[in-house]
T-cell receptor, first 116, second 116 residues
C-alpha cells in the first residue's frame, strides 16, 4: 500500500492556460474523489468516481473543469482557461467500496495551483 | 443543509497540556464523522472515525473523540500534547441525502499551535 499519490505537487501557470493534474489512488480502491481547498478553508467536494464512472459533480465544477478516470485506476483533473480564482490546493482521495469502508477516504498530498 | 462547525480558528496549548478541539454538525440522523489532520503543505491524514456504537472512539497518535448526539458534537481530545501535534485539524461528516455518494463535508479547520 503506497498511499494516494498526486502529480505535480506544485503548478504555476498564467491566466488563460490549461492545466492537468493526475491522481493515483490506493491500488485496490474503486472510489476516487477530487476536492478543492482554498486558504483558510476546509476541502470542498468537486467530483467522484466509482471505477471509471463519474457519478457525482459539485456545482463548484464549472464547465472549465473536467475529470476522467479512463480505466478505473488513475484519474486526471483538467482546468481549461485558468482564472486567478482557481488558485487552490487540489486534493484527491480514494476509498474502498462496500460497507462502511467506502466512507473512509484516504487523501493524497495535493497539487497546489497558483494562477498568475 | 448539512454543515460542520469548528468554532475555534486557532488554539495554542503548552506542550504536555491536554487538548480539546470542538466540532458541531447538523444532521438529523446518525452521522458518520471523521477527524483529519493536515500538516503545512500536506494532504489530510485520517485520525479517527465514528460510524455507530461506542460513542468514545480511539484514533492514531493518542487522539480520541466523543460523539454526543444530544449536543450534535464530536470533540477531539488528547491528554498530553506533543510539539509534533502542531497542525491544522478538520472535522468532517459524510454527506447523506438523496443522490449523494458519500463525499465529505468539512469544517473550516482549527489550527493548533504548541508552546514549548
Amino acid at each position: 500500500d503506497t498511499g494516494v499519490s498526486q502529480n505535480p505537487r506544485h503548478k504555476i501557470t498564467k491566466r488563460g492556460q490549461n492545466v492537468t493534474f493526475r491522481c493515483d489512488p490506493i491500488s485496490e480502491h474503486n472510489r476516487l474523489y477530487w476536492y478543492r481547498q482554498t486558504l483558510g478553508q476546509g476541502p470542498e467536494f468537486l467530483t467522484y468516481f466509482q471505477n471509471e464512472a463519474q457519478l457525482e459533480k459539485s456545482r463548484l465544477l464549472s464547465d472549465r473543469f473536467s475529470a476522467e478516470r479512463p480505466k478505473g485506476s488513475f484519474s486526471t483533473l483538467e482546468i481549461q482557461r485558468t482564472e486567478q480564482g482557481d488558485s487552490a490546493m487540489y486534493l484527491c482521495a480514494s476509498s474502498l467500496g462496500g460497507g462502511r469502508e467506502e466512507f473512509e477516504q484516504y487523501f493524497g498530498p495535493g497539487t497546489r495551483l497558483t494562477v498568475t | 443543509a448539512q454543515s460542520v462547525t469548528q468554532p475555534d480558528i486557532h488554539i495554542t496549548v503548552s506542550e504536555g497540556a491536554s487538548l480539546e478541539l470542538r466540532c458541531n454538525y447538523s444532521y438529523g440522523a446518525t452521522p458518520y464523522l471523521f477527524w483529519y489532520v493536515q500538516s503545512p503543505g500536506q494532504g489530510l491524514q485520517l485520525l479517527l472515525k465514528y460510524f455507530s456504537g461506542d460513542t468514545l472512539v480511539q484514533g492514531i497518535k493518542g487522539f480520541e473523540a466523543e460523539f454526543k448526539r444530544s449536543q450534535s458534537s464530536f470533540n477531539l481530545r488528547k491528554p498530553s500534547v506533543h510539539w509534533s501535534d502542531a497542525a491544522e485539524y478538520f472535522c468532517a461528516v459524510v454527506r447523506n441525502y438523496g443522490g449523494s455518494q458519500g463525499n465529505l463535508i468539512f469544517g473550516k479547520g482549527t489550527k493548533l499551535s504548541v508552546k514549548p
